[in-house]
């Protein structure tokens, strides 16, 4: 009992941290929203303090290394993995430099390990995914090559 206690805190706690960077970022629920300029080092900074999750450290790692890592931290559940796909999609966002497309594909990878570890169908994942993946396609290499060109 103790230790199920002990694990549901955990839980909480992510989500609880996770939620407020969430609503930080996207400016909701009366938090003032970073700023667009340093979203990636503000929210890594919090992440690394509240959490001990390094965002730059999981940037760099593979599919299989990247998965290793999130199962390290204890309370990182399906709802919990999707909110830091959803912080890593909104940093994504705001980011004019080549760690947007490294943002997203990790986001992507977050949500398909939710889709592979809950056997539940999301129709809102789902179109979270649409929404990364349509994103993916604005930042091609084609994309990038073209600007650089111009």
């Given at each position: 009992?103790?230790?199920?206690?002990?694990?549901?805190?955990?839980?909480?706690?992510?989500?609880?941290?996770?939620?407020?960077?969430?609503?930080?970022l996207?400016?909701?629920k009366?938090?003032?929203?970073?700023?667009?300029?340093?979203?990636?080092?503000?929210?890594?900074?919090?992440?690394?303090?509240?959490?001990?999750?390094?965002?730059?450290r999981?940037?760099s790692?593979?599919?299989?290394?990247?998965?290793?890592?999130?199962?390290?931290?204890?309370?990182?559940?399906?709802?919990?993995?999707?909110?830091?796909?959803?912080?890593?999609?909104?940093?994504?966002?705001?980011?004019?430099?080549d760690?947007?497309?490294?943002?997203?594909?990790?986001?992507?990878?977050?949500?398909?390990?939710?889709?592979?570890?809950?056997?539940?169908?999301?129709?809102?994942?789902?179109?979270?995914?649409?929404?990364?993946?349509?994103?993916?396609?604005?930042?091609?290499?084609?994309?990038?090559?073209d600007?650089?060109?111009?």
């Amino acid at each position: 009992m103790g230790q199920e206690d002990y694990l549901l805190r955990g839980i909480e706690k992510m989500g609880a941290v996770l939620r407020a960077i969430l609503n930080r970022l996207t400016g909701t629920k009366g938090n003032i929203a970073f700023t667009a300029e340093n979203t990636f080092e503000q929210t890594s900074e919090e992440l690394n303090r509240e959490l001990g999750f390094d965002l730059s450290r999981f940037l760099s790692l593979d599919k299989a290394e990247s998965e290793d890592y999130l199962s390290r931290f204890e309370g990182m559940n399906t709802a919990n993995l999707e909110s830091l796909a959803e912080i890593i999609h909104q940093i994504a966002l705001e980011e004019p430099t080549d760690r947007q497309r490294i943002l997203l594909d990790k986001a992507l990878q977050i949500y398909s390990l939710c889709e592979t570890n809950d056997k539940t169908f999301s129709f809102d994942r789902g179109q979270r995914i649409q929404a990364i993946q349509k994103a993916q396609l604005a930042v091609s290499p084609k994309n990038n090559l073209d600007n650089l060109c111009s």
